[in-house]
């Protein structure tokens, strides 16, 4: 299977299906082989166990992990425990008596222990939105002489339409500029430049960037380095701390399996939680929260990146899904991670050849996260086929299908049914029955 460019984007109306390339002698023989090799890579699987640490519907490959986490098995007792006891029963109570009160710091850095941050320097609560909003507009306020952002032309849209938020409220420029050609931007034209906010992995095809090189960059040019962790975090290692990020931010409901809508993060180093100065000064931020003065004074450390009241069950959830990674070493989740996508990438290469695809994402392990895209003019049809085989991956416009792998709940065999079906349903033509035509909302 070619290997596509990032930024392709092939055009026109969904071809004719392809003739197959194999016979069926040479795929039954390659599928045993295959077969053999997800079992025995299956059966020394340190992660193995903690599969059972989810609710994993029957019958399903679930591959959108990247999207929305499977459901952790702590959740449920946890969330009927927080609205029958705590809120039911000791109702305002439990602000004190049941810690609902430090609920976004402690798990702020139960958090942290997985993106390589000390504790005080991470807070839960509020939208991913919010809390973009929230740093990057403090870490431009801190280079007040400076009047340029820098983000990737190839983010989120949401970082993409805060950074331009921040711009017109700062009167900064705006420019994007893409993730691998930063480091020489900054070197060129760094003096002027305020914040670079850039996200570790491309959301769209997987492509890992170099944390540590690009926020040395910034620093060289005495800017600050801001990241979106939303699809590194609980995913791969981070080490926030030991590259000497500055602002980093991230949602719950990813690979950290919190639910849907739960909490995001903020990341604030501690070096500058004394001059981190927000927008959004609301009173959980306050130093005397319940003295109720009008007049805001910050909190020491990671508190005054409190806002509002958070909330609760979604925190409760949040924190319960976090368990799952007790005892779990970071590296062992990275080592699966890779072996999971790089076998995907191999039963691709071999299964779908002929058939129309390209490969998105890079296929050398240190330049790629924990998903795999490929390209097809049928993108979303397929994904919607799959779907009804209980292959549940998504898709992003125009032609990407995207398939996450969480190492803590996915089996190699999970991935060698995924791309079996993939193939089957191209060779038959299932996907274009007009059932799997009409785009729903959400894709």
Known sequence: ???????????????ATPVETLDAATTEKLTAAQTERAAALDATDPLAHVRDRFLLPEGVVYLDGNSLGALPAAVPPAVEDAVHRQWGTDLIRSWNANGWWEAPVRTGDAVGRLIGAAPGQVVAGDSTSVQLFNTLLAAARMRPDRRLILTDPDHFPTDQYIADSVGRLLDLEVRRVPAREAAAVLAA??????????????????????MAALTAAAHAAG????????????????????VEADFAVGCGYKYLSGGPGAPAFAYVAARHQRAFDHPLTGWHGHAEP?????AYAPAEGITRARIGTPALLSLVALEAALTAYDGVDMASVRAKSLSLTGFFQECADSLLD????TMATPREPGRRGSQVA??????????????????????????????????????????????????????????????????????
Do not use: K
């Not at 299977?1 to 092939?10: A, L």
């Not at 034209?189 to 170099?210: F, I, K, M, N, W």
């Not at 002929?354 to 695809?357: K, Q, R, S, Y």
């Not at 996907?431 to 729903?440: G, I, S, V």
């Open 290 to 294: 319940f003295a109720m003065s009008g």
């Open 189 to 210: 034209e760094g003096a002027d430049v305020a914040v670079a906010a850039y996200a570790p992995v491309d959301y769209r095809t997987g492509e890992l960037y170099d």
């Open 223 to 242: 800017a600050l380095a801001h990241w979106d962790l939303c699809h590194a975090a609980g995913a791969l290692p981070i080490a926030l701390d030991a």
């Open 354 to 357: 002929g058939l129309g695809f």
């Open 374 to 443: 490929l390209r097809h003019p049928e993108a979303y049809p397929l994904v919607a086929a799959l779907t009804a085989r209980g292959v549940i991956g998504d898709m992003r416009a125009p032609d990407l299908l995207r398939f996450g792998f969480n190492a803590l709940y996915l089996s190699h065999a999970d991935v060698l049914h995924a791309v079996r079906e993939l193939r089957d349903i191209v060779l038959t033509g299932t996907h274009r029955a007009a059932a799997y035509q009409q785009r729903p909302t959400v894709t």
């Open 1 to 15: 299977m070619p290997n596509g460019t990032p930024n392709g984007t092939p055009n026109g109306n969904p071809t």
